[in-house]
């Protein structure tokens, strides 16, 4: 047993699947952030062109946050464990980020937004502060889940598998609950006090959304912190793990140094996946609703109608965007066996997310000839634009199961062969997750600005990076020694 880990056999199902349930509610968390936040803070009065800036609190918390709650949950020693002290203050600051950002419209008014100006500085700056704390929380609670995850298996291979198989599970079951609600116009119906005079029908979806989140969060982890017991963490070991020679931060750094050229290759390829992936994944249903709908944001009335029904149809999206995820999951390994081996597939599949990325141009295109032709009275489009739209969402979802297991698994192989252990080489292959993100928070209002507005400059952008990344990947991305698993559950975040 290693690094003072506690449990000295694997834990019955039954704990696993309690503790990986909490999987499901901050999963169902990130998909309203997917779904749902871009266009919300843009009816706050924030220009599309700046929105992408907010997004920036997800990279830097992840950079930051993660390893230091990571390392200090190895050395908690308070009485209730190492891992849920961490696990509970998480979930709670998760429910305070929650309700700020909900309800930062009614705040906002009760601190002296006009309702009359488009602007509204108050609620901005209310959404902004618990915009960063759902993001610290977040990045709080799922690092000490899965670390509970693995003290559970003891180090157990299969326990371990099983155990990221039914956390992969929960991911897709809050996935599918968030795009659902999101997808939902009458959500608000349930929450009849979230209409206020300063919350439209659309923010009180999102009220009424997140409010089921913080009842599915706390429900699941109040289950998991009470009945699944850790032992605590004794002194004599706390103070032996305090002499490693490096910290965490000082051994990513070694790790820098030391690493071989399949693993520089590996954090390129995943650096441009991650390029091409955040565009999408950012303005995905705020393209629905202005590009696809051709509602806008700020208008008339029925304008802003079209606008919330084209967002509610990219949640529906991400919905079937899920489900197809959870699918592909399933067999990722036999077919990666069957065309030649994981580098094959992960270039084949970012092919298939350069080509679907691409069609974006395409759909806005239709559907301008389309409102173009049948005059300036705005109805929702045909079904076969609609039908587009939501093919490219749901077979977007074949090359995400890829890029939520393959580099996650090259990465934990390439450096055990190197000497370096699994925590490690995810730390490396996070850089290379949360830095594109950055990348794409910074220029891809301004990008979009630059060409008139709109969300298909960064598009392309992310479309020219998977192309690079699928050459890469099959080019000059070495063969594993050996077949690995390639089970989603071992993929960070969302």
Known sequence: MENGDIIQSPSPLRKIVTVASIAAGIQFGWALQLSLLTPYVQTLGVPHTWAAFIWLCGPISGLLVQPIVGYNSDRCISRFGRRRPFIA??????????????????????????????????????????????????????????????????????????????????MAVGNVLGYAAGSYSHLYKIFPFTRTKACDVYCANLKSCFTIDIMI????????????????????????????????????????????????????????????WFPFLLFDTDWMGTEVYGGKVKGNAHEVKIYGDGVRAGALGLMINSIILGLTSLVLEPVGRLIGGVKNLWGIVNFILCACLASTVLITKIAEAWRKHNGPDLVHPPLNIKGYALAAFGLLGVPLAVTYSIPFALAS??????????????????????????????????????????????????????????????????NPPKQISLSPGMAGGH
């Open 413 to 478: 192989i390439y450096c055990s062969n190197a000497g370096g252990g699994q925590g490690l080489s995810l730390g490396v292959l996070n850089m290379s997750i949360v830095i594109p993100q950055m990348f794409v928070s910074v220029v891809s209002g301004p990008l979009d600005a630059a060409f008139g507005g709109g969300n298909l400059p960064a598009f392309v952008l992310g479309s020219i990076a998977a192309a690079v990344s699928a050459f890469l990947a099959m080019l000059a991305l070495p």
């Open 217 to 276: 969060l706390l429900l699941v982890t109040v289950t998991a912190i009470t009945t699944v017991k850790e032992d605590p963490l004794t002194k004599q070991v706390q103070e032996e793990e305090t002499k490693a020679p490096a910290p965490f931060i000082g051994e990513i750094v070694t790790a820098f140094k030391t690493l071989k050229k399949p693993m520089w290759i590996l954090l390129l390829v995943t650096c441009l996946n991650w390029i091409a």
């Open 89 to 170: 203050a998480g979930a709670t600051f998760v429910s305070i980020a929650v309700f700020l950002i909900g309800f930062a419209k009614d705040i906002g008014h009760h601190a002296g937004d006009s309702l009359e100006k488009s602007t509204k500085p108050r609620a901005v700056a209310i959404f902004v502060v618990g915009f960063w704390i759902l993001d610290v929380a977040n990045n709080m609670l799922q690092g000490p889940c899965r670390a509970l995850l693995a003290d559970l298996s003891a180090n157990d291979h299969k326990k371990m598998r099983t155990a990221n198989g039914w956390f992969s599970f929960f």
